[in-house]
């Protein structure tokens, strides 16, 4: 039987990462990943071993361990060094006693086995059959977005929600945002499944509140990181108070899919224009309301967009700009 490894940071795991573990799997009968995770890291080895998991859960030949070390006591690069590669491998030897393979996209592999006196085989050290490395992703997430497999994408896909109540130009404002930073949309459930305000059941809520999460989590692994939302959750919860008088209970993964970066208000105080479907223009301020106190409830903090219809697009622009450049630096350093 042959038991290999291979080991990496995995921050963040990728495709490259990927086509790495099947080469691995073609030439060994068992193999461990191993996710070296350092104290000086912002994203735990345990996030980084679900990603792997969940993309290989359907192999029983594979299992993801983490090595949680600290960088005092362990160095933490990946320059090619006889001297580092000793160390590393001196330590792998203690966790793999009775292993025989190593498997690396790296010129330090051979190193690492020559070491342990195990055997090393290379895959794609140029980058060439992937052309990614998590170093590419860290810089730039937008440009190497289609490299990350859909687990990882959960975790940093960019979430922008437009809320406010009926007739304040969500819609609008979602696809001209959409247009303008070429992303993801998910425009609100409740207008495909609700076709009257005037008209519907409670029971229509949970039905909206469902396939708006499924929309959101279908979006994530489209072709951009940045996703523009129409409406949310707690616009949904807000719905059900006010017209129902009722409290709608919500299953914690709808309100996981719903969570976002960025939250974008729009005010009422605009002109109201009455498509035969919407509430009447007083009850659609009362709504207003109902909306902001819900939102006060749950602690959602927004950014509200007021004036003419110019100026709250220039302002969200310059907060999804923002919110971008902010992300850009502070996710992982």
């Known amino acids: 039987m042959i038991k290999a490894f291979v080991f990496g940071k995995f921050l963040p795991f990728h495709k490259g990462h990927e086509a790495m573990i099947n080469f691995a799997l073609s030439k060994c009968d068992f193999l461990t990943i191993l996710v070296c995770a350092s104290d000086k890291e912002k994203i735990s080895g345990t996030v980084r071993k679900t990603w792997i998991e969940e993309s290989f859960a359907k192999r029983k030949n594979v299992e993801v361990e983490i090595l949680d070390y600290l960088e005092s006591e362990l160095p933490n690069t990946s320059v090619t060094s006889l001297q580092v590669s000793e160390i590393w491998a001196n330590v792998f030897k203690k966790r793999f006693p009775d292993y025989s393979l190593v498997i690396t996209s790296e010129e330090y592999g051979k190193l690492v086995a020559s070491f342990m006196h195990i055997e090393h085989i290379a895959f794609d050290i140029p980058k060439k059959e992937v052309p990614v490395s998590a170093t590419a992703v860290r810089r730039d997430i937008f440009a190497n977005w289609k490299f990350l497999p859909n687990s990882v994408k959960a975790d940093f896909a960019i979430k922008i929600v437009l809320l406010g109540t009926e007739s304040t130009g969500k819609t609008t404002l979602a696809k001209k945002l959409v247009e303008h930073f070429n992303c993801g949309l998910v425009l609100e459930a409740g207008r495909d499944i609700i076709a009257n305000s005037n008209s519907f059941s409670f029971d229509d809520l949970h ?51 719903n969570s976002a970066s960025l939250y974008l208000y729009l005010d009422n105080n605009v002109e109201y224009v009455q498509d035969g479907t919407r509430l009447n223009e007083l009850e659609r301020n009362l709504l207003d309301r109902s909306h902001r106190q819900v939102l006060k409830e749950n602690n959602v903090s927004f950014v509200e967009l007021s004036g003419n219809w110019a100026e709250r697009y220039e302002k969200a622009v310059e907060q999804v700009d923002t919110l971008i450049a902010t992300i850009q630096e502070s996710r992982f350093s």
């Open 207 to 257: 039905l909206v509140a469902k396939e708006h999460a499924r929309r959101i989590d279908q979006a994530i692994s489209g072709n951009s990181p940045l996703i523009i939302i129409d409406t949310d959750i707690h616009i949904t919860k807000s719905y059900s108070r006010y017209i129902f008088q009722k409290e709608l209970e919500i299953d914690m993964e709808i309100y996981k899919s």
